[in-house]
């Protein structure tokens, strides 16, 4: 099986954004509030990451590995 192209995957979660589609958490940048994928969080900030993993660990979040 081929590996999509980077682009090609890129716009399909712009479109599930666009779509609120398997938005998985909420986001708040001062009064701003907004759903988002936890895995292109976590791909693109090691803060994330690091919130996303000890949040597994200690049981809070749901979704494991």
């Given at each position: 099986?081929?590996?999509?192209a980077?682009?090609?995957?890129?716009?399909?979660?712009?479109?599930?954004?666009?779509?609120?589609?398997?938005?998985?958490?909420?986001?708040?940048?001062?009064?701003?509030?907004?759903?988002?994928?936890?895995?292109?969080?976590?791909a693109?900030?090691?803060?994330?990451?690091?919130?996303?993993?000890?949040?597994?660990?200690?049981?809070?979040?749901?979704?494991?590995g």
């Amino acid at each position: 099986m081929a590996k999509p192209a980077h682009s090609s995957v890129l716009q399909q979660l712009n479109h599930q954004t666009e779509w609120g589609f398997l938005r998985d958490c909420w986001a708040a940048v001062h009064d701003v509030h907004f759903q988002a994928h936890k895995a292109v969080l976590a791909a693109c900030r090691s803060p994330f990451r690091m919130f996303f993993l000890n949040s597994v660990r200690r049981g809070v979040c749901g979704n494991a590995g």
